[in-house]
């Protein structure tokens, strides 16, 4: 690739408008292809299905700034080819034409009512359509949401409820054993359905909080520690007091609203600007001032206003609900060559789908389905899916480093967007926690967000499997972001894993190699660049880039090696490198940024300082002869030059302890992480087999 970042239009172009597969407002999530049911269904009776209907009937409840109510689409229905299909256009058009806002044209709620042969256990499904969905990571016409109802006929009691999230990658929000009647909070835009079964009606509790119990019961992540608590459900972010901005979907280039095929469309139809971004790339840094949600009208048994119930056989008839592709802004790093596009896509209709018929395909979280299949022989556990699981960070300079030589991660400020290359489905952050289920096997994953730079890495799936550097992907804002590159061409050895440290803010990165490699980091970093081979030898490469320079003018890692020559050089860089620091720190002279990788030229400072300095510079010394032994293919002798560079470091830390009122804490705290790091790498050195 030519450019060093790609727009999701450039995908889509490059890759075709057409994305198949893609079931929009659907969950699919975990076990074996039919959801672990062991049994067929078939059809509840019309009587016992709008009994059903009648007492499960949900609660809708919307964000104040909704415009996409539920809608009846057998009004815009046309025969087209043979088939009846409603066309994006058309529902638009007509749906907007007869809009107002606190009256909405023609609500509808459909219900389709399913039972397991030879079991007790019914199903009631409530489908509801939208015309049009805007979100941050997906845009297409049509929106259809579903609420499973799991009743047992013989006790007559609600036995589950599965709301469905954004896709089949998306974890469902679930509540097992309810005991009051449905209420769903529909997220603004996206219409994704998050459950609110406690006292406090108008808003998401993902945990239980003084006497309001939780209003999910899904399994929590045992993947990431950070995570270990978190209920494994997508939930409703902006009430949970999180940001997410949207973006504007656009449509032949230009904003959908200003296409001449829809007329009726207008900006305001859309999420308010004050919520909206136009393109994640072009802002510095991630919006800060993002409002939380508000909620406006309700419709259903306990809302503002009623819909009408309509069994879901009187809108079979229709074949299709189509539309011309549309597009948004999704950066992709240009290193990543086989990204993929074909995310974005017109929802597929809901009784040619499998979760319609086989209602336990849409449990996505594993002990709820794992507690039916205890009560009902129709119900199987399924079998375990490969999951994805990672937190998401936002990186900032370090207050312990020195200024522009140390980072921390910190509470990202918006959600963010994953995509993973296999299962082309987006799939947005919920409380900074990315979750993708995902066939085995090894993926690409790639994570956005409005004002950061794009991450991307390799990560093989089997299980539940922690993405990122353990659990966690770290995330940059475009004006602080460097570009470090590692560039296996030419290199002889078999490189697999590639990562990248920073001295305070520790591993950052940790991804499968396959040939050239990149990841943007924060310019105030001071960096350690890893990689391994097939053998699992090790070589480390010291990287500091210019906090003045160019985002897109990368530091590159050139033809890296493993072994203990790799090593025994890296070791000369970095006492180097701390050796000029604790000398420009004591003299009160600056680093102009040409010279830190440390060749050792500085004036020894006197006293405790110079005593550190001067054990640092031997070091430095004995590093350089075990790096030329290495190189001649002597292994006794860098070893024993090795075994220097460790008893010289003993006296470093001596030193260090020594001269700690006489540098600046924040130089001390440089030289005893960095202290640490050589003694690491010292080990792995002298394990080495491979020179």
């Given at each position: 690739m030519e450019r060093d970042t790609l727009t999701r239009r450039d995908l889509l172009v490059a890759t075709g408008a057409g994305g198949a597969g893609t079931l929009a407002g659907c969950s699919m999530l975990g076990g074996n292809g039919d959801g672990g049911s062991t049994a067929a269904t078939e059809a509840l009776g019309e009587e016992r299905a709008g009994e059903l209907a009648e007492r499960f009937a949900p609660t809708l409840q919307f964000d104040a700034d909704e415009t996409w109510f539920p809608t009846d689409p057998r009004p815009y229905a046309t025969d087209r080819d043979g088939e009846r299909v409603v066309t994006g256009f058309?529902?638009?058009?007509?749906?907007?034409?007869?809009?107002?806002?606190?009256?909405?044209?023609?609500?509808?709620?459909?219900?389709?009512?399913?039972?397991?042969?030879?079991?007790?256990?019914?199903?009631?499904?409530?489908?509801?359509?939208?015309?049009?969905?805007?979100?941050?990571?997906?845009?297409?016409?049509?929106?259809?949401?579903?609420?499973?109802?799991?009743?047992?006929?013989?006790?007559?009691?609600?036995?589950?409820?599965?709301?469905?999230?954004?896709?089949?990658?998306?974890?469902?929000?679930?509540?097992?054993?309810?005991?009051?009647?449905?209420?769903?909070?529909?997220?603004?835009?996206?219409?994704?359905?998050?459950?609110?079964?406690?006292?406090?009606?108008?808003?998401?509790?993902?945990?239980?909080?003084?006497?309001?119990?939780?209003?999910?019961?899904?399994?929590?992540?045992?993947?990431?520690?950070?995570?270990?608590?978190?209920?494994?459900?997508?939930?409703?972010?902006?009430?949970?007091?999180?940001?997410?901005?949207?973006?504007?979907?656009?449509?032949?280039?230009?904003?959908?609203?200003?296409?001449?095929?829809?007329?009726?469309?207008?900006?305001?139809?859309?999420?308010?600007?004050?919520?909206?971004?136009?393109?994640?790339?072009e802002l510095a840094s991630p919006p800060s001032e993002l409002p939380e949600r508000r909620s406006g009208l309700a419709l259903g048994p306990e809302g503002d206003a009623a819909y009408e119930l309509v069994p879901t056989a009187e809108a079979e008839d229709i074949d299709a609900f189509v539309g011309p592709q549309l597009s948004f802004e999704f950066a992709v790093p240009g290193f990543v060559e086989d990204a993929v596009a074909s995310h974005l896509t017109a929802t597929a209709t809901p009784w040619k789908q499998s979760r319609y018929r086989n209602p336990a395909t849409d449990i996505s979280d594993p002990n709820h389905r794992a507690t039916l299949a205890e009560r009902y022989d129709a119900i199987g556990e399924g079998g375990p899916a490969a999951r994805l699981v990672a937190t998401v960070r936002d990186v900032t300079p370090d207050s312990d480093a020195p200024e522009g030589e140390g980072v921390t991660t910190e509470e990202p400020a918006v959600e963010s967007i994953a995509l993973v290359e296999s299962n082309p489905v987006a799939v947005p952050s919920f409380q900074g926690a990315i979750v993708a289920d995902v066939p085995a096997g090894e993926h690409r994953l790639t994570v956005n967000g409005a004002g950061r730079a794009p991450h991307s890495e390799r990560v093989e799936a089997d299980g539940p499997t922690a993405a990122g550097a353990d659990g966690t992907v770290a995330m940059v804002a475009n004006e602080d972001a460097r570009k470090l590159r590692i560039d296996t061409e030419g290199t002889d050895d078999d490189l697999r894993r590639a990562a990248v440290e920073d001295d305070f803010g520790g591993r950052i990165y940790d991804s499968r190699l396959d040939g050239r490699d990149a990841v943007y980091v924060h310019r105030d970093g001071a960096y350690t660049a890893e990689v391994r081979d097939a053998a699992d030898e090790v070589g480390a490469f010291r990287v500091n880039p210019d906090p003045d320079g160019d985002a897109d003018d990368p530091v590159t890692v050139e033809r890296p090696r493993t072994g203990k020559a790799s090593l025994a050089g890296f070791l000369g860089s970095l006492s180097g490198e701390t050796r000029d620091a604790v000398a420009d720190a004591d003299d009160g002279s600056s680093d102009d940024g040409n010279d830190r990788q440390g060749g050792g030229n500085r004036t020894t400072p006197p006293g405790p300082a110079g005593g550190l300095a001067t054990a640092l510079d031997a070091v430095r010394r004995s590093a350089v002869r075990a790096l030329e032994r290495a190189e001649q293919g002597d292994g006794q002798g860098a070893d024993r030059q090795l075994q220097a560079v460790a008893t010289r470091l003993d006296r470093v830390g001596e030193a260090l302890s020594s001269a700690r009122e006489n540098v600046p804490g924040a130089t001390a705290n440089a030289v005893d992480r960095r202290l640490e790091q050589l003694q690491r790498r010292t080990e792995q050195a002298l394990d080495a087999e491979k020179l």
């Open positions: 058309d529902a638009v058009n007509g749906y907007l034409e007869a809009y107002e806002p606190d009256a909405p044209p023609s609500p509808t709620v459909f219900y389709n009512g399913r039972r397991y042969r030879d079991s007790p256990l019914e199903v009631v499904q409530f489908w509801w359509y939208s015309a049009f969905d805007q979100f941050t990571t997906n845009f297409h016409w049509h929106d259809w949401e579903a609420l499973h109802v799991f009743v047992d006929g013989e006790t007559d009691t609600a036995q589950l409820y599965v709301a469905s999230a954004h896709s089949r990658s998306v974890p469902n929000n679930e509540f097992i054993d309810p005991g009051r009647r449905p209420r769903v909070l529909s997220e603004l835009g996206s219409h994704s359905s998050a459950l609110s079964l406690n006292e406090l009606a108008d808003s998401f509790q993902r945990l239980p909080l003084d006497a309001a119990a939780a209003d999910v019961t899904n399994a929590t992540l045992g993947v990431v520690e950070a995570l270990s608590e978190l209920p494994v459900a997508y939930g409703l972010p902006r009430d949970e007091g999180f940001r997410l901005p949207y973006a504007i979907p656009e449509l032949d280039d230009a904003p959908v609203y200003e296409h001449p095929e829809l007329p009726a469309f207008e900006r305001r139809h859309l999420a308010p600007p004050e919520l909206t971004v136009r393109s994640f790339t």
